[in-house]
């Protein structure tokens, strides 16, 4: 069993800035791709930031210049640093992670239940 657990969204005014984390636990063997999804009221959830075990880091052209993406594989934890956060950035974040549970197994895609971050004056 594979945990995903968001924290640090909130209400913010325009402009502001929030660091959203998330944590891994459980059976986990390897992390590999890690990342950051959401999805605002009648939209699809859509990818934010992701992060390869590496380091190599895609960011969506909405957030670029904003927002940066990083992690800590020693402590099973990916970051999301968002600056300038505008009302349009308003949704629920979803952590998201490709886990490999086991010497034997494959990977496998595991949610965090998300985290609301609402950007208003």
């Known amino acids: 069993q594979v945990q995903l657990v968001e924290s640090g969204g909130g209400l913010v005014q325009p402009g502001g800035s929030l660091r959203l984390s998330c944590v891994a636990s459980g059976r986990i063997f390897r992390l590999n791709d890690m990342g950051w999804y959401r999805q605002a009221p009648g939209n699809q959830r859509e990818l934010v930031a992701g992060i390869t075990r590496d380091g190599w880091i895609n960011l969506a052209d909405s957030v670029k210049g904003r927002f940066t993406i990083s992690r800590d594989n020693a402590k099973n934890t990916v970051y999301l640093q968002m600056n300038s956060l505008k009302p349009e950035d308003t949704a629920v974040y979803y952590c998201?992670?490709?886990?490999?549970?086991?010497?034997?197994?494959?990977?496998?895609?595991?949610w965090g239940k998300g985290t609301l971050v609402t950007v208003s004056s």
């Open positions: 998201n992670a490709e886990v490999v549970g086991s010497y034997y197994s494959g990977g496998m895609s595991y």
